[in-house]
């Protein structure tokens, strides 16, 4: 199924530290999109990266695209206690179907 | 900053009874969807909704459930006869354009189902 897995499954790093999720996905996208959730909330959307595209950047976060390894990195640099969170990649294909991974649960310890 | 709202917040009703779940778009937004996502597991797609009409919808979209964009403003999920597993939390999300572009998600709505 055309699904994004995330990994680690769990990253724990000191505050200060840089941070680094794992994207991969099974087919062809249109793009792909990092969401943050906090714990019970919902999803906010963080940084898109189209096909075309291997690297994009906002704020502190860098992600990177590799379409040949159907792969995708998110680096959340200088982290901080608020960066605690769950980080998953959804992907799409042809139509507007998000398909979500499972997630990174992020704990930056201060 | 434009953001999509749900509402309730949460809601429990007991197994057999409907269900409405009611979200609120960002205003220029034409594309439409409700996502779901079972306590510590994937947030799932359940249906996407153009120009009144449903666009896609996943197997999980089965014939309990039925969207619908009653004015200009509000778009709801219902459930017609819940069963104790539609116990998840509910996710609204839109987008101003279809293919590929950022959908923006509300904060949910968490349905426990008795």
Redesign the interface.
């Known amino acids: 199924s055309q ?1 994004g897995e995330e990994d680690p499954q769990a990253l724990s790093i000191q505050e200060g530290e840089n941070a680094t999720m794992n994207c991969s996905y099974k087919t062809s996208i ?2 792909l ?1 990092w ?1 943050r959730q906090n714990s ?6 963080l940084i ?1 990266i ?1 096909s075309n595209e291997r690297e994009k950047h906002s704020g502190r976060l860098r992600v990177t695209l590799d379409t040949s390894k159907k792969s995708s990195s998110l680096l959340i640099t200088a982290s901080r206690a608020a960066d605690t969170a769950s980080y ?1 990649c ?1 992907t ?1 294909l042809a ?9 990174t649960s992020l704990t930056v310890i201060p | 900053e434009p953001e999509v709202t749900q509402t309730p917040s949460h809601q429990v009703t007991q197994m057999g009874q409907e269900v409405i779940l009611r979200c609120v778009p960002i205003s220029n937004h034409l594309y439409f969807y409700w996502y779901r996502q079972i306590l510590g597991q994937k947030v799932e797609f359940l249906v996407s909704f153009y120009n009144n009409e449903i666009s896609e919808k996943s197997e999980i979209f089965d014939d309990q459930f039925s969207v619908e964009r009653p004015d200009g403003s509000n778009f709801t999920l219902k459930i017609r006869s819940t069963k104790l597993e539609d116990s998840a939390m509910y996710f609204c999300a839109s987008s101003e354009a279809l293919m590929g572009e950022t959908q923006y998600f509300g904060p949910g709505t968490r349905l426990l189902v008795l």
């Open positions: 699904q249109n793009n999109q969401y019970g909330r919902g999803l906010v959307h898109l189209r998953f959804a799409d139509g507007n179907q998000f398909y979500f991974g499972t997630g």
